[in-house]
């Protein structure tokens, strides 16, 4: 993986096949094709917002300049059972046409990895609904262990997975 930053300062992770690229302002489209359109604005601000606060935040996944996908990485904040609110948690989300292709993983890998190294928490969390077998096997492929279960903000339930920092030498 390469990291990259923009003239403008904006952060980038090159994968093999993908470019994670810190959102802007005018990424509404991204969120649009991935989130939909009633949460689109809401995610884009939010994910602007964490990273002017803490320096890190989401990521739009591309494949060859088109929007394959989001990788979130923040803090958890308040409101989630069973994760703290200070714990870095990753999430991923693909376009439903470009399902299937490893993007998801190969995405989460670069990002978890850059998130370990930047920012050097003692774990990651990552808390999935447990009918989603497939986020459950990307999780869990990245070195994820199930820890515990909890709720989302909405009540639903949820499996939490937690990846502890590799040692350094």
């Known amino acids: ?93 693909t376009v439903e046409a470009e399902r299937g292709r490893g993007f998801a993983f190969e995405a989460a890998r670069a990002a978890v990895e850059d998130a370990f190294e930047r920012l050097r928490p003692p774990w990651i969390v990552a808390y999935i609904r447990p009918e989603n077998a497939i986020s459950i096997r990307i999780a869990e492929r990245l070195g994820f262990e199930h820890v515990a279960d909890g709720l989302t903000r909405s009540g639903d339930p949820m499996r939490i997975y937690r990846r502890k920092r590799p040692r350094t030498p």
């Open 1 to 93: 993986m390469e990291r990259h930053a923009s003239k403008s300062g904006h952060r980038r992770l090159v994968t093999e096949r993908l470019t994670l690229r810190e959102p802007q302002a005018e990424d509404l489209a991204p969120y649009r094709l991935v989130v939909g359109e009633e949460e689109a604005e809401r995610e884009l601000r939010y994910g602007l917002s964490h990273w002017r606060a803490h320096g890190f935040g989401p990521w739009i996944v591309e494949e060859v300049g088109r929007t394959v996908g989001l990788l979130e990485v923040h803090y958890a904040g308040p409101g989630v059972t069973g994760i703290a609110p200070d714990e870095v948690e990753v999430g991923w989300m």
